[in-house]
């Protein structure tokens, strides 16, 4: 069962363009992680969301939580080649554990 | 100012044989995670260990795997009698557990191959 749904699954678009895309669930998240990972590298943390309603920006990133903390999203503004990657979100389980979604594979192309 | 480090970062095993990776957590760090990751997939939970204890083990296969966090040094896990479906990138995470946030950090991964 997938906690986490991520959407689209794949997305290549022109560098200059706009993007956004999702992570939600069906139960209330307590934070909710955005991650990056390129190819042949681990996961890199990019921001943690906490509050409902919650907006976050880091640098051409803005991220967004629900106001009911079930679901958050990542906005990319004139996305660049080295936005090129896979974006994860993860939300704590259980105790300390995270779970992640399946990912949007973002192909940025010049 | 380390981060979490793994090694090695690439191995390869015929099969039957073992695979031992290892992470050393963040300065600071008690928790570690192990995720698999087969390609084009996202990451799936495997275990979940403080020092000395293994806290959550719900994602690990059964048989043929194993993890530890000993007192002194890295953390191992161990995979007994690999298969070619063994064959995929292994990373860890660690974090202080601490916090709203419980915010984990990678490592760069291990990538099995097993042949």
């Known amino acids: 069962t997938q906690l986490l749904e991520q959407s689209p699954q794949f997305l290549s678009i022109q560098e200059g363009e706009n993007l956004t895309v999702y992570c939600n669930s069906s139960?209330?998240?307590?934070?909710l992680q955005w991650y990056r990972q390129e190819p042949g590298e681990g996961p890199v943390l990019l921001v943690t969301?906490?509050?409902?309603?919650e907006v976050k920006k880091l640098k051409r990133l803005t991220f967004q939580f629900g106001d009911a903390r079930k679901d958050s999203s990542l906005h990319i503004t004139a996305a660049q080649t080295g936005d090129t990657g896979l974006y994860l979100c993860a939300r704590r389980y259980n105790n300390n554990d995270m779970r992640f979604g399946a990912g949007t594979r973002l192909t940025v192309k010049p | 100012n380390a981060g979490v480090m793994q090694n090695p970062r690439h191995l390869v095993r015929r099969r039957g044989q073992e695979a031992r990776l290892r992470c050393s957590p963040m300065k600071g760090h008690s928790h570690v995670y192990w995720y698999r990751q087969l390609p084009e997939e996202g990451l799936k939970f495997m275990v979940y260990?403080?020092?000395?204890?293994?806290?959550?083990e719900s994602g690990m296969p059964k048989e043929r795997f194993s993890a530890e966090f000993p007192k002194e040094g890295p953390s191992i896990l161990r995979i007994q009698q690999v298969v070619r479906g063994d064959s995929a990138a292994y990373f860890c995470?660690?974090?202080?557990?601490?916090?709203?946030?419980?915010?984990?950090?990678f490592g760069p991964g291990t990538r099995l191959t097993v042949t």
């Open positions: 139960s209330v998240f307590s934070s």
């Open positions: 969301v906490v509050t409902g309603g």
């Open positions: 995470a660690s974090s202080t557990g601490q916090g709203v946030s419980y915010e984990q950090y």
């Open positions: 260990l403080q020092k000395e204890n293994i806290i959550d």
